[in-house]
T-cell receptor, first 112, second 118 residues
C-alpha cells in the first residue's frame, strides 16, 4: 500500500466552478501536511501547508482529518491557470529530517 | 536569481555509461535532497544531506552515489546506467533545524534533469 494515495483524475472543471479532492495517508505518526502544485514538465512548488484546524489561502481551502487520515483541497472560482497536478505531501515527525512522502498527484484541467 | 539550479537539464546516454548531475542552491539552506520522478509521475526521495552529512538513504542501488562538497552543493553520480534509470531527477533544499519549527519548512525544488537511457 502506498503511503500517500490520491485520485489521479483528471478532474475536468469549468472555469469559475469549484473542485475538491482528497488524499489519504497511512502513517498515523505523520506530523505535517502540504499541497504542492506541479505544472507540466516543471518542478513541484509549495501551494499551501495544511494545519490541523484547516486553513484558507485565497480561493484555496485545505482541511486535515487526523482521525480518518485524509487531507482535502478545495479550489473555488477555478481559473484556467489552476490547471496543474496537485501533489499531496506528508512529512513524518521531527526526526524525519525533511523527508517528504508524495502522492502521485491529482490532475486538474480547467476548461473555458 | 535561481534559488536551486541543476545541470544538465537534459541528459541522453547509452546503457552502461556513467553520468553526473550537479545541483546548487543559493538559499543558505542546510539540507539538500535528490528525488526521482518516474514515468508514472511518482516523486520519491533518494537521498538527503544535512551540512554535508548523509541523513537519508532510501534503498537506492549502490550505482547511485551522492556527493556534497559543501552545504550549497549536492551532486549525483550514477554508474553503469540502466534503462530503468530513465526518469526526471529533482534536487531540492530546505532549512531543517532539530526543533519543532521544522515541521512546516518549505522545500524548494530545482527545475529537474530529464535523464533518458537508451
Amino acid at each position: 500500500r502506498k503511503e500517500v494515495e490520491q485520485d489521479p483524475g483528471p478532474f475536468n472543471v469549468p472555469e469559475g466552478a469549484t473542485v475538491a479532492f482528497n488524499c489519504t495517508y497511512s502513517n498515523s505518526a505523520s506530523q505535517s501536511f502540504f499541497w504542492y502544485r506541479q505544472d507540466c514538465r516543471k518542478e513541484p512548488k509549495l501551494l499551501m501547508s495544511v494545519y490541523s484546524s484547516g486553513n484558507e489561502d485565497g480561493r484555496f481551502t485545505a482541511q486535515l482529518n487526523r482521525a480518518s487520515q485524509y487531507i482535502s483541497l478545495l479550489i473555488r472560482d477555478s481559473k484556467l491557470s489552476d490547471s496543474a497536478t496537485y501533489l499531496c505531501v506528508v512529512k513524518g515527525g521531527t526526526d524525519s529530517w525533511g523527508k517528504l512522502q508524495f502522492g502521485a498527484g491529482t490532475q486538474v484541467v480547467v476548461t473555458p | 536569481d535561481t534559488a536551486v539550479s541543476q545541470t544538465p537539464k537534459y541528459l541522453v546516454t547509452q546503457m552502461g555509461n556513467d553520468k553526473s548531475i550537479k545541483c546548487e542552491q543559493n538559499l543558505g539552506h542546510d539540507t539538500m535532497y535528490w528525488y526521482k520522478q518516474d514515468s508514472k509521475k511518482f516523486l520519491k526521495i533518494m537521498f538527503s544531506y544535512n551540512n554535508k552529512e548523509l541523513i537519508i538513504n532510501e534503498t537506492v542501488p549502490n550505482r547511485f552515489s551522492p556527493k556534497s562538497p559543501d552545504k550549497a552543493h549536492l551532486n549525483l553520480h550514477i554508474n553503469s546506467l540502466e534503462l530503468g534509470d530513465s526518469a526526471v531527477y529533482f534536487c531540492a533544499s530546505s532549512q531543517e533545524l532539530r526543533t519543532e519549527d521544522n515541521l512546516y519548512n518549505e522545500q524548494f525544488f530545482g527545475p529537474g534533469t530529464r535523464l533518458t537511457v537508451l
